[in-house]
């Protein structure tokens, strides 16, 4: 959907980030579960320089903030159950189904994005640290395991509780990504068909598309170019 400069939900966003993170912010995973859920929202970009008073709605100086007539939060995973509670798309009634999909969500947050989000900066931003090559295998092996445990538990399911997509699914496919992108998911086929799947929902090619327009009309223009 279009995104509307008037609707009462509005989330943050970072203005502009490198080539290499381009596409994994985590603004992402909300922008989807709002395409998703087929709610209207606008976007309220923030740079390097934080507004005043940021800290009040993100102590931690990050996106993605949430703030609507009902609510202000921060941290990825409650906004997106925030927007779960409010769409059957996402969150079913069941209560046993709707655990689940919130337990996935945590899991992939607290079990799988620490491991393979940080194997993926041993390899780029902290290439140079002298501790990063002897952290390799520790890392490594942690992110493996992780990986093959999610492999086996979802089989050849379509999704991770069936043929059911809701948040968990969503912020899994998120996290599934920063592994992707950094190479980890050559010995999972099964998780990068998943990933592929997550991927080829429309709103999350909506969602991308939304985010990487607003990285190519902000990019930052060279040293000494014209203004």
């Known amino acids: 959907m279009p995104i509307d400069p008037h609707a009462a939900i509005e989330i943050t966003a970072l203005r502009w980030v490198p080539e290499g993170a381009q596409g994994l912010g985590k603004d992402l995973r909300v922008r989807w579960a709002l395409e998703e859920a087929g709610l209207n929202y ?10 005043s008073g940021y800290l009040q709605d993100q102590p931690f100086n990050q996106v993605p903030c949430l703030r609507d007539d009902t609510v202000r939060i921060f941290e990825s995973g409650a906004i997106l159950q925030y927007i779960g509670e409010k ?17 996935w969500t945590y899991a992939a947050l607290s079990s799988v994005e620490p ?13 140079g640290e002298e501790w990063a090559e002897p952290a390799k295998p520790t890392i490594e092996h942690f992110a493996r395991l992780r990986l093959q445990q999610l492999s086996d538990r979802l089989g050849d399911k379509q999704w991770l509780e069936g043929d059911r997509f809701t948040i968990g699914d969503l912020m899994m496919v998120t996290v599934l990504r920063i592994a992707q992108r950094s190479g980890q998911l050559a010995d999972y086929p099964g ?14 090619r909506r969602a991308l598309s939304d985010q990487l327009a607003v990285f190519a009309a902000n990019q930052p223009q060279p040293e000494g170019a014209a203004a």
């Open 42 to 51: 606008k976007v309220r970009l923030i740079g390097g320089e934080r507004p």
């Open 87 to 103: 769409s059957d798309e996402l969150l079913p009634a069941d209560p046993q189904t709707r655990y689940s999909a919130i337990q």
């Open 115 to 127: 491991f393979v989000q940080f194997r993926s900066l041993l390899n780029n931003v902290f290439a």
């Open 191 to 204: 998780l990068a068909a998943y990933v592929k799947l997550g991927e080829a929902r429309p709103a999350f």
